[in-house]
């Protein structure tokens, strides 16, 4: 089972940041968060990830506690475009798979 | 930038048949994956493969399902004889050596009849 709880939906004004929370209060030491987001029906698209530090990309930043027990994602200035499902996934080791649960469906109204 | 590829987008097969999915990993990446999706469910990890063998397999992947690295570029799922149940949306993920993060495939609809 998925490590991870997140809300199932959120919705988000065309523009604005997106805030997406997450909970991981299981996470070991050694474990990433990752986030992967899903359009429709298509492959699941990587976002970011990190381990205790906040990070920043082209696409979005992550924000996790320092306790690490909990993490967000930030879409600076969502578009309809990003109107997806957010996944939040604990994954760490070389070999690993992905545990997906049902993450939150964000839906960017214009 | 580099894309997994997946073929076929769609493939339609009556039950009982044998089906080939195919993958198209990214050319500098070891490690390769296979997950599904049925309707409306979650994301399942199906089976990872690394140096030209299982490295692991989830429930799911059971003496039906078998994975191929044929070539040096291709990487495929092979359903022996489909069931209804087949019926999915199939994703293929890779990753090179020197990080976890995997990147999909667009996916390929398997529709079993």
């Known amino acids: 089972d998925a490590k991870t709880t997140q809300p199932p939906s959120m919705d988000c004004a065309e523009g604005r940041a997106a805030n997406l929370p997450c909970n991981h209060s299981?996470?070991?030491?050694?474990?990433?968060v990752y986030w992967y987001r899903q359009i429709h029906s298509q492959g699941p698209q990587y976002i970011i990830h990190?381990?205790?530090n906040n990070e920043t990309n082209e696409m979005a930043s992550l924000i996790i506690t320092e306790d690490r027990k909990s993490s967000t994602l930030i879409l600076p200035h969502a578009t309809l475009r990003d109107t997806a499902v957010y996944y939040c996934?604990?994954?760490?080791?070389?070999?690993?798979?992905?545990?997906f649960g049902k993450g939150t469906k964000l839906s960017v109204k214009p | 930038e580099p894309e997994v590829t997946q073929t076929p987008s769609h493939q339609v097969t009556q039950m009982g048949q044998e089906v080939i999915l195919r993958c198209v990993p990214i050319?500098?990446?070891?490690?390769f994956y296979w997950y599904r999706q049925i309707l409306g469910q979650k994301v399942e990890f199906l089976v990872s493969?690394?140096?030209?063998?299982?490295?692991?397999k989830s429930e799911i992947f059971d003496d039906q399902f078998s994975v191929e690295r044929p070539d040096g570029s291709n990487f495929t799922l092979k359903i022996r004889s489909t069931k209804l149940e087949d019926s999915a949306m199939y994703f293929c993920?890779?990753?090179?050596?020197?990080?976890?993060?995997?990147?999909f495939g667009p996916g390929t609809r398997l529709t079993v009849l």
């Open positions: 050319s500098n990446h070891l490690y």
């Open positions: 493969f690394y140096n030209n063998e299982i490295s692991e």
């Open positions: 990190g381990l205790k």
């Open positions: 299981t996470i070991s030491g050694n474990e990433y």
């Open positions: 996934i604990v994954y760490g080791g070389s070999q690993g798979n992905l545990i």
């Open positions: 993920a890779s990753r090179p050596l020197y990080t976890d993060t995997q990147y």
